[in-house]
Nanobody
């Protein structure tokens, strides 16, 4: 599975961005899709994940501000990010877990200015 992420950019604090990740194959039946991020000088961390049963979970730091969703028909997962904070600045990576293999997109940079 190849993943193409887009939607990153520079935004002021309090602003919004929507990230998209398109998979090269159908995502129907994929166990989980998610977004991770890696802030400068830090390790990669889970931001949000949605399962094949549409269960979602979020990092505590983004709860109430970010929303993950998936569109099986478009083989796409989205991350709507509202009320962005400077600490949200990171490279965001799309992830797919098939139950056997883990796939990563190329990353998209999100920069939030104060």
């Amino acid at each position: 599975v190849q993943l193409q992420a887009s939607g990153g950019g520079l935004v002021q604090a309090g602003g919004s961005l929507r990230l998209s990740c398109v998979a090269s194959e159908s995502i129907f039946g994929i166990v989980a899709m998610g977004w991770y991020r890696q802030p400068p000088g830090n390790q990669r961390e889970l931001v949000a994940r949605v399962t094949s049963g549409d269960s979602t979970n979020y990092a505590d730091s983004v709860k109430g501000r970010f929303t993950i969703s998936r569109d099986n028909a478009k083989s796409t997962v989205y991350l709507q990010m509202n009320s962005l904070k400077p600490e949200d600045t990171a490279v965001y990576y799309c992830n797919v877990w098939t139950g056997l293999y883990n796939y990563w997109g190329q990353g998209t940079l999100v920069t939030v200015s104060s």
